[in-house]
């Protein structure tokens, strides 16, 4: 037979297990109901979320290369009608379906003026390699008249990083050089948000900008500091809404071919 003192060990024993035993029973109840309410949800009703409006209406990608059906096409290789100098109607060369700089003649700008948009160019530094640096095959695309994305011959061309091909001029490095050489075509396609300002002129929120250089991602959705300036720090100065979208007379014979440009509603510029 047990004594006093060993009945009462056991039963101080028997209160630890019992203890345990209900404390493991409520581990695992916990357990089931979690798993009984993801089964709940698994068989609930998956149209609470579905998302049918707005539709996304249709757009036509055509084939590579060539401009969605929503774009509007600023150059097809036929003729210069939606381009101008700052003072009159356009006079680069326009021969086999492209269009190069005449040196002296001056910067292209749209007739239309544009803000946040995804804008294609294709374009190609001379095959004759002349100069070095920022002297060789140097131009520049501008978004709304101000912002640049330089163009330039960086195959095998060093110059300061900021201010190599598909560099934002002085602002932003590209990520790496994807030139190809000198006499081949290139293209650029860009992202543009414009600025937005408010009514005293102050910004609200900055351009951003992400590029693609050759099908190869440069610069991704950075912010621009401001306009694009060749000394000192950029800055923005209030500005319309939209602006044309030039191309640079560098007095390097760059010519371009294929441009177009889509405008962007602020849902699908990401604002």
Same mark, same amino acid.
């Given at each position: ?30 357990? #089931?109901?979690?798993? #009984?309410?993801?089964?709940? %949800? ?11 409006? *707005?539709? *996304? ?7 590579? =290369? ?9 150059? &097809?290789?036929?003729?210069? &009608? ?8 356009? /006079? ?9 700089? #005449? ?13 946040? @948009? ?8 001379? &095959?004759? @390699? ?6 060789? =095959? ?11 994305? %330089? ?13 190599? /091909? ?11 050089? /994807? ?69 640079? &007379? ?22």
């Amino acid at each position: 037979m047990w004594d006093e003192q060993e009945r009462v060990g056991y039963g101080r024993a028997g209160a630890g297990q019992v203890g345990w035993l209900a404390a493991m029973l409520s581990v695992m109840a916990i357990g #089931v109901g979690v798993a #009984v309410s993801g089964i709940a %949800q698994q068989q609930g009703d998956p149209a609470l979320t579905e998302v049918w409006q *707005p539709e *996304p209406r249709m757009v036509d990608p055509g084939s590579p =290369g060539a401009a969605p059906s929503d774009a509007v096409m600023l150059f &097809d290789g036929s003729n210069l &009608d939606a381009w101008r100098h700052a003072d009159g109607d356009a /006079a680069w060369e326009v021969r086999d379906g492209m269009m190069t700089v #005449v040196a002296g003649a001056g910067s292209l700008y749209t007739r239309q003026g544009f803000g946040d @948009v995804q804008l294609h160019v294709e374009w190609r530094a001379p &095959d004759i @390699v002349e100069g070095d640096g920022q002297g060789r =095959g140097n131009s520049g695309v501008f978004l709304m008249n101000r912002y640049e994305v %330089q163009v330039l011959d960086s195959f095998d061309n060093r110059t300061y990083s900021n201010g190599q /091909a598909a560099s934002i001029y002085k602002q932003h490095i590209p990520q790496v050089n /994807a030139s190809r050489a000198p006499g081949e075509w290139q293209t650029y396609d860009i992202l543009f948000e414009a600025p937005r300002f408010n009514a005293a002129g102050v910004v609200e929120s900055p351009a951003t900008m992400t590029v693609l250089h050759n099908g190869v991602l440069v610069q991704h959705h950075v912010t621009l500091r401001g306009s694009t300036t060749f000394i000192g720090e950029p800055a923005y100065e209030p500005h319309s809404a939209r602006q044309p979208i030039q191309l640079q &007379d560098h007095s390097n014979p760059v010519s371009f071919r294929n441009i177009w440009v889509r405008e962007l509603t602020p849902r699908q510029a990401g604002r």
